[in-house]
């Protein structure tokens, strides 16, 4: 902590005094969590695929100095190059997702997968921070008194948003970018008339969901009763959790893996539960809670509603997705399928989660004198 | 942008805006409420699933993981890669008792599907309120196919390996068995567990690499070893037998039986005389065989030579002992004439001559006061007396007051066979090409010397029935009284022959030890060495001689007439040192 005087006026001082530290250490502790289990988790997959044990941990290591290299870089930024940069992203991530709907690998009936020259990118992960900020900036624009219709933008950005997500489709990723904008929403003053509204069309759009999509009802009854249908992976995973018990089985040591479906994605969590037992895990937990909780704590000094907004929405989507994805491999909820932040293995989500949590500590750094962003 | 804007900005949030921030705080607090207790509600739900799981079993039954360790578990084979020990894949049986709908049905039709099953207590099983019986371990796949027909759905299959032996009781002393869970119990499946399950750090299993562990033993002498075995126990009526086949030029055992012996797939119900392995665990006074190793310490050390000798007119009486000879000459007799005509009293007179200190250290030498290196668990450690005082060395000459096994007299008289080189021995094939660990124990020229004893035994002496004309066979018989309390029982004798051949350069050595056997009209009631060991060390001779292709010599061969050079002097010459 010593290594920049206060005095150090220079970037990389001056983002060293400002930044959250506590929350730059959670992020490392989680990295460092992810590459952990990255070592546990994924060898048997690869090895059921037919890939040699160690590919998909060498592939996630591979990414971790790049992608801890954009969160520093990003969080260096002020607001308004956080604009910026998502104004670049979100276009660039907006046609690469229509783009997936043309050209689109189709895997487990789904197009959201874009190949790149030999890499495999999912561009829709790059799109929500991006959203986050831009639909913070439109909602804090409607507050201005200059007549700029900011929430009618706002609910225009959210449509063109959702509307190829679900065309992919990825009922997971839309609702959390609807639960974002509506997080944002509510923050920004909705009427309580309004977020009745928005719930019942939430409801709604659930209800549609689950008369629609036989999938997702599937998963619905399986999670009411679970005699309904193959409750094959919850019950593994849960039996992992049991299995690991209060200091788990030891890295490395888990079984359950070895038959879990999506042991290094989805279900990443009971991999932990396995090996690294209860407490590790509440550790984990933990961590996620003290990010998202630390973040809303200091929101309630902002004095820059767009900071507020922006913050807010980029917290709600990193707390949810945690929350959905611990929730579902704890049977708290009809399972999702949704990556637990920086644990799951994942190429696209380790770097957007990267960019999120950069944009995350550059809003939340300390500007004292000069207050908030501008248009 | 420019200082007058940013004024005005502030202006607007501070005005208007105050309410609007006002509000996004509160907002802020509930949203922060909420997440904080979706996180609570993880934590708590993470305590519930770990810890507080009401005593349920986990559905997935925690053996597999253990189970999976045990699979691929190395074959073993004999030394020309005949199959000893394999595993074959099986289904074991079990059931969720909890998803069983009908247990009094589920039962019967079990029972009807696999009669061996007590139908009260399959019901008992599947009425209990576990979540994993054992139903039955290692189905056929015929079984196999019925229950699955049955269709009760609370029933699985477990995977599982099952060890199978194909030549049954013929190696189980030496290969042992494995208990239900693929664990060594005995023999090499108990010391070579290690070896034979799955090396850690190998990624295929070893089974899977083809890579068997080998032994040294020879799966065809083995056959005929144990066949000349049982023949002789049935002949004479014995309690049981004990036979080995040494390669004395590099300790590798060939063939090794204990009779009686067992079926390794029932090893449980098996009595515990016919798992108790008597070439490795048995201690036996040995007896006269003994002489042999009296014989060659006392030509090796000097303290006597061949054409020395020992008066054994008179019984030697020492405290309360008698040492006196069986239908003895009662004569001035030579070394060979000791050794050939089997003299208690001459033996003893001459370990007195090599002294109790040097006996003691030759014996050590040869191995034969402590316990075998064989890689078998079952192994016996000699036993010696303490104190070593002249009547411990004078019957420790001819084989009494010392207990040593039969694996012990083997490795011994190989020593002399080799030349004088003792190689531990060894169940495990030896590398092509590597010289044998071994150790000298004895001049080439005393084993020599005793070599032509051994022959001389079989031509002329106690031994004659071990001959196979043109095969050279040399040894010494023995017929030693069990001990019984402080005194031997006449009756019951622990007859042995230790033998080797071709005698013009020794490779192999037979060494067969009978227990109380019994005389018969043919043996005109002789129980001895002479007429129960040698015979049957004759016939696994001839069955091996044509087995390994060893060409018979002729009688005119020179090989034949040089070891007859150790010729016998008959009485009249005293001065011997007694």
């Known amino acids: ?375 | 942008m420019n200082a007058p804007l940013r004024a005005d900005q502030k202006l607007v949030i501070e005005g208007s805006g105050k309410q609007t921030f006002e509000l996004a705080r509160t907002r802020v607090l509930i949203a922060g409420v909420v997440f904080a207790l979706g996180f609570l509600t993880v934590g708590a739900r993470l305590v519930d699933v770990t810890l507080l799981q009401n005593g349920r079993e986990p559905r997935l039954a925690s053996a597999p993981p253990a189970a999976a360790l045990e699979m691929d578990r190395a074959n073993i084979v004999d030394r020309n890669g005949v199959l000893l020990a394999t595993s074959l894949s099986t289904a074991s049986l079990y059931a969720n008792p909890n998803l069983i709908i009908d247990a009094r049905d589920a039962a019967a039709k079990l029972a009807a599907v696999l009669p061996d099953l007590d139908r009260g207590e399959l019901l008992a099983k599947l009425a209990s309120d576990r979540s994993f019986v054992w139903i039955k371990r290692n189905l056929t796949p015929r079984q196999q196919f019925e229950v699955n027909r049955l269709g009760i759905p609370a029933l699985s299959f477990q995977r599982e390996e099952r060890r199978v032996y194909p030549h049954g009781a013929l190696t189980a002393h030496i290969v042992g068995y494995t208990g239900i869970d693929n664990r060594g119990l005995a023999g090499l499946e108990q010391s070579m567990d290690e070896a034979l399950r799955r090396a850690p750090e190998a990624s295929a299993p070893r089974a899977k690499t083809g890579e068997a562990l080998q032994l040294s033993l020879d799966i065809r002498l083995q056959h005929g070893l144990r066949q000349e075995l049982q023949r002789t126990v049935a002949e004479f009526d014995a309690l049981g037998a004990s036979g080995i086949v040494l390669d004395a030029r590099n300790g590798e055992i060939l063939a090794m039986v204990s009779l009686p012996d067992f079926d390794p797939v029932d090893a449980g119900t098996a009595e515990p005389e016919q798992r108790f392995n008597r070439n490795t665990l048995g201690l036996y006074e040995m007896g006269s065989t003994f002489k042999l190793f009296t014989a060659a310490m006392a030509l090796e050390s000097g303290a006597v030579g061949l054409h020395d000798g020992f008066d054994a007119t008179q019984p030697i009486k020492v405290s309360r002992f008698t040492i006196k000879d069986y239908q003895g000459k009662k004569r001035w007799l030579s070394v060979p004439e000791i050794i050939m005509y089997s003299s208690n009293i001459g033996a003893a007179k001459m370990a007195l001559a090599v002294g109790g200190q040097r006996q003691r250290d030759y014996l050590g030498k040869l191995g034969l006061l402590k316990a075998s290196t064989v890689e078998l668990p079952e192994i016996a450690t000699p036993l010696a007396p303490e104190r070593w005082r002249d009547i411990n060395t004078m019957t420790i000459g001819f084989g009494h007051g010392i207990s040593v096994s039969p694996l012990h007299m083997a490795a011994g008289v190989g020593a002399i066979a080799s030349g004088g080189v003792l190689h531990p021995v060894t169940l495990l094939k030896r590398p092509e090409g590597v010289a044998a660990p071994g150790q000298r124990v004895l001049s080439p020229q005393t084993a020599e010397q005793v070599w032509g004893l051994m022959r001389m035994v079989v031509e002329k002496g106690t031994g004659k029935t071990a001959d196979v004309p043109g095969y050279l066979v040399g040894g010494k018989t023995g017929s030693a009284e069990k001990p019984a309390g402080k005194a031997y029982r006449k009756s019951a004798l622990i007859s042995s022959f230790v033998g080797a051949f071709p005698m013009n350069d020794p490779r192999y050595v037979v060494v067969v030890v009978v227990d109380e056997p019994h005389g018969t009209k043919q043996s005109h009631g002789y129980a001895t060495g002479g007429w129960v060991a040698a015979p049957t060390v004759g016939r696994i001779v001839a069955r091996m001689a044509t087995l390994l292709g060893i060409k018979p010599q002729g009688d005119k061969d020179p090989a034949q007439r040089e070891l007859l050079l150790v010729t016998v002097s008959t009485g009249g010459k005293k001065g011997a040192p007694f």
């Open chain 1, 1 to 375: 902590m010593t290594a920049f005087p206060r005095s150090d006026t220079s970037i990389v001082g001056r983002w060293w005094w400002t930044v959250d530290r506590w929350s730059l250490v959670a992020l490392a502790v989680l990295v460092a969590f992810g590459v952990l289990l990255s070592l546990a988790a994924t060898p048997p997959v690869a090895e059921r695929i037919g890939l040699e044990p160690f590919h998909f941990v060498r592939r996630q290591l591979v990414l971790v100095p790049p992608a801890l290299l954009i969160l520093i870089a990003v969080s260096m930024l002020d607001p308004r190059g956080i604009k910026r940069l998502s104004i670049v992203v979100f276009g660039v991530a907006l046609l690469l997702v229509i783009l997936t709907l043309a050209t689109g690998a189709e895997i487990k009936g789904a197009r959201r997968w874009l190949a790149l020259g030999g890499l495999s990118i999912q561009p829709s992960e790059f799109l929500k921070p991006a959203f986050a900020v831009l639909a913070a900036w439109l909602f804090a624009r409607q507050h201005r008194q200059d007549g700029f219709p900011g929430n009618i933008a706002a609910f225009g950005l959210c449509a063109a948003v959702l509307v190829p997500l679900l065309l992919q489709p990825d009922v997971g990723m839309a609702a959390v970018v609807a639960a974002v904008w509506f997080a944002q929403f509510f923050l920004a003053g909705l009427g309580l008339r309004w977020v009745g509204f928005f719930a019942m069309t939430g409801l709604g759009g659930l209800v549609a969901a689950y008369t629609m999509l036989p999938h997702v009802a599937s998963r619905i009854d399986r999670f009411i009763d679970p005699k309904s249908g193959d409750s094959y992976q919850i019950d593994t995973a849960l039996d992992a959790f049991l299995n690991g018990g209060m200091w788990g089985r030891g890295p490395g040591e888990g079984t359950v893996k070895a038959i879990l479906p999506d042991a290094h994605s989805d279900f990443v969590f009971a991999v932990a539960g396995e090996e690294l037992g209860l407490v590790a895990c509440l550790i984990l937990v933990g961590l996620f809670a003290f990010i998202v909780l630390r973040g809303f704590s200091r929101l309630l000094d902002e004095r820059d509603l767009f900071v507020l907004l922006a913050t807010a929405g980029l917290l709600v989507q990193f707390g949810l997705q945690a929350l959905i994805n611990m929730g579902s491999a704890l049977h708290l909820i009809p399972t999702k399928g949704m990556t637990l932040p920086f644990i799951s293995y994942g190429g696209s989500s380790l770097i957007a989660l990267s960019l999120a949590m950069g944009m995350l500590m550059a809003l939340t750094r300390r500007r004292v004198g000069h207050g908030e962003a501008d248009s």
